[in-house]
């Protein structure tokens, strides 16, 4: 069966800091992952996906994640935050077929100034 | 304007009664799905379907009911026998195909008073 972690709860970056959030999945084969974002009271956004070929992904809003699979990783990246980035943030893994997502416990996000 | 409903975006219920959260979407996706989520855990799937009049049991089905009686609906029913049905319910559709990627609705609050 599959599963994801995001081992950080809760992350405080300054504005205009990098940011990276973690991510390990364990699947038997080549994963479809995911990450999405949510504000508070609303549903998910998808940022990013990776299914194959080139292990680096871009996204919207800026952010990027990069697939290892020798560490079963997929951790989201950010250069430089902004206010608008607060929110949760899930991590999501899907089998060949992705009819069903695994979704992690999800990474809330605050940005100070 | 393409995209999942749910309605309606809160809801209130006494203990005991039965209630149906509403799945609309206009996407002409085939395959929708049922998320649950609490604090801390991430999102839980309740029930998916990837055809019309078919649907399957996700990780926490117990005392849930669902419908597929047209492709662009997909009705939740919180029955009397879910034990703790006070959660936030996500509801996402997905175009069948292996790399297609799951699009979630606004999400309806449920309190059970």
């Known amino acids: 069966a599959q599963s994801v972690t995001q081992p950080d709860i809760h992350i405080t970056v300054s504005e205009g800091a990098s940011l990276e959030l973690r991510c390990n999945y364990s699947y038997g084969a080549t994963p479809y992952l995911f990450w999405y974002v949510q504000s508070p009271g609303q549903g998910l956004q998808l940022l990013l996906k990776y299914f194959s070929g080139d292990t680096l992904v871009q996204g919207i809003k800026g952010f990027e994640a990069e697939f290892k699979r020798s560490q079963s990783s997929f951790n989201l990246r950010k250069p430089s935050v902004h206010w608008s980035d607060a929110a949760e943030y899930f991590c999501?893994?899907?089998?060949?077929?992705?009819?069903?997502?695994?979704f992690g416990t999800g990474t809330r996000l605050t940005i100070i100034p | 304007d393409g995209g999942i409903t749910q309605s309606p975006k809160y809801l209130f219920r006494k203990e005991g009664q039965n209630v149906t959260l509403s799945c609309e979407q206009n996407l002409n996706h085939d395959a929708m799905y049922w998320y649950r989520q609490d604090p801390g855990q991430g999102l839980r799937l309740i029930y998916y379907s990837q055809i019309v009049n078919d649907f399957q049991k996700g990780d926490i089905a117990e005392g849930y009911s669902v419908s597929r009686e047209k492709k662009e609906s997909f009705p939740l029913t919180v029955t009397s026998a879910q034990k703790n049905p006070t959660a936030f319910y996500l509801c996402?559709?997905?175009?069948?195909?292996?790399?297609?990627?799951?699009?979630f609705g606004p999400g309806t609050r449920l309190t059970v008073l």
């Open positions: 999501a893994v899907g089998a060949g077929g992705n009819e069903k997502l695994t």
């Open positions: 996402a559709s997905r175009r069948q195909g292996g790399t297609d990627t799951q699009y």
